[in-house]
């Protein structure tokens, strides 16, 4: 079992920038991808990013290419979203999840992929 925490969110004004963690433990971090997701007010959860057990591949959605970047600590079970060039779009509960996987070189992008969840934390950005 991997337990899952997100932290990082708040309010920010449209140019703005976030950085999201996401704290595991339960058990052995680096077997496993991780990924954010998220669900903007009213819509469907959405992938926005996501990096291979060994941080040797990630995947980013085409909405937040060039503006997020995903990371992972593996000595602290941690991963990271950082999120620059803020837009109102970009307002939603964001979500960490995680998968038990050795792939090397596609996370995955489909939420149906991860086993595990966060709680979510919420992000705002105003005009």
């Known amino acids: 079992q991997v337990q899952l925490v997100e932290s990082g969110g708040g309010l920010v004004q449209a140019g703005g920038s976030l950085r999201l963690s996401c704290a595991a433990s339960?058990?052995?971090?680096?077997?496993?991808?991780m990924a954010w997701f998220r669900q903007p007010p009213g819509q469907e959860r959405e992938f926005v990013a996501a990096i291979t057990w060994n941080g040797g591949s990630t995947s980013y959605a085409d909405s937040v290419k060039g503006r997020f970047t995903i990371s992972r600590d593996i000595a602290k079970n941690t991963v990271l979203l950082l999120m620059n060039s803020l837009r109102r779009e970009d307002t939603a509960v964001y979500y960490c999840a995680a998968v038990r996987s050795r792939n090397s070189h596609s996370p995955g992008e489909s939420a149906g992929e991860y086993d595990y969840w966060g709680q979510g934390t919420q992000v705002t950005v105003s005009s």
């Open positions: 339960g058990r052995p971090f680096s077997s496993y991808a």
